[in-house]
């Protein structure tokens, strides 16, 4: 699905999706996607967040305060909000303009940061977070570190991001999601035999 996104900003997406289904959302939007950013906790992202106080848990109670928890109907594939993809949009904006070729963690905070009126910039404001600050921020942070280039670039949806060139995913990815897509038809199977049973 993702090309041109690096393991940490891939960690992120599937972090995200985590949080919603956590919260028992059925749509992945911007305020998912930065309890991703912060629970990666590894990248640029996850960094300047740290250094402006911002934790996952204060995070995560002020994202239930704006959009309280969902009815738990969710489908294996979780939809993007329309905020969550202009953010996707904005990233790679961001990383193109910052002169990448692949999106990290710290180009999806940039474009988070550039949407300000999205229900993850309220959170930040609820959590006293100076925006210029952060931004700057991680622009120091990439200029001191080598961060924004320590992963190879992964899929991208071509929905969101118009590219004509089809690259390669890494093998050891691959790999995982026939994992996750096994799972899924195991614990499908599982329940459609339990179904059956106790209809009897």
């Given at each position: 699905?993702?090309?041109?996104?690096?393991?940490?900003?891939?960690?992120v997406?599937?972090?995200?999706?985590?949080?919603?289904?956590?919260?028992?959302?059925?749509?992945?939007?911007?305020?998912?996607?930065l309890?991703?950013?912060?629970?990666?906790g590894?990248?640029?992202?996850?960094?300047?967040?740290?250094?402006?106080?911002?934790?996952?848990?204060?995070?995560?109670?002020?994202?239930?305060?704006?959009?309280?928890?969902?009815?738990?109907?969710i489908?294996?594939?979780?939809?993007?909000?329309?905020?969550?993809?202009?953010?996707?949009?904005?990233s790679?904006?961001?990383?193109?303009?910052?002169?990448q070729?692949h999106?990290?963690?710290?180009?999806l905070l940039?474009?988070?940061?550039?949407?300000k009126?999205?229900?993850?910039?309220?959170?930040?404001?609820?959590?006293?977070?100076?925006?210029?600050?952060?931004?700057?921020?991680?622009?120091?942070?990439?200029?001191?570190?080598?961060?924004?280039?320590?992963?190879?670039?992964?899929?991208?949806?071509?929905?969101?991001?118009p590219?004509?060139?089809a690259?390669?995913?890494?093998?050891?990815?691959?790999?995982?999601?026939?994992l996750?897509?096994?799972?899924i038809?195991?614990?499908?199977?599982?329940a459609w035999?339990?179904?059956?049973?106790?209809?009897?």
């Amino acid at each position: 699905m993702f090309e041109r996104f690096n393991e940490s900003a891939i960690k992120v997406i599937m972090l995200a999706q985590e949080e919603a289904r956590r919260m028992g959302h059925n749509f992945v939007g911007t305020e998912q996607i930065l309890l991703g950013l912060i629970g990666e906790g590894r990248g640029v992202a996850a960094t300047a967040l740290k250094k402006s106080n911002v934790s996952l848990n204060d995070a995560r109670i002020e994202v239930e305060k704006i959009i309280g928890r969902g009815d738990g109907k969710i489908a294996i594939e979780i939809p993007f909000t329309v905020n969550a993809k202009q953010l996707l949009q904005l990233s790679w904006q961001e990383a193109t303009g910052l002169g990448q070729k692949h999106i990290g963690t710290e180009h999806l905070l940039l474009g988070l940061i550039r949407q300000k009126k999205c229900v993850a910039c309220r959170v930040l404001e609820a959590l006293s977070v100076d925006m210029l600050r952060l931004h700057a921020q991680i622009i120091t942070l990439l200029k001191g570190t080598n961060l924004a280039s320590d992963t190879l670039p992964l899929e991208l949806d071509s929905s969101i991001f118009p590219s004509n060139k089809a690259n390669l995913v890494e093998e050891p990815f691959k790999r995982y999601w026939i994992l996750i897509i096994i799972s899924i038809s195991v614990a499908a199977i599982a329940a459609w035999c339990s179904y059956l049973l106790f209809k009897k």
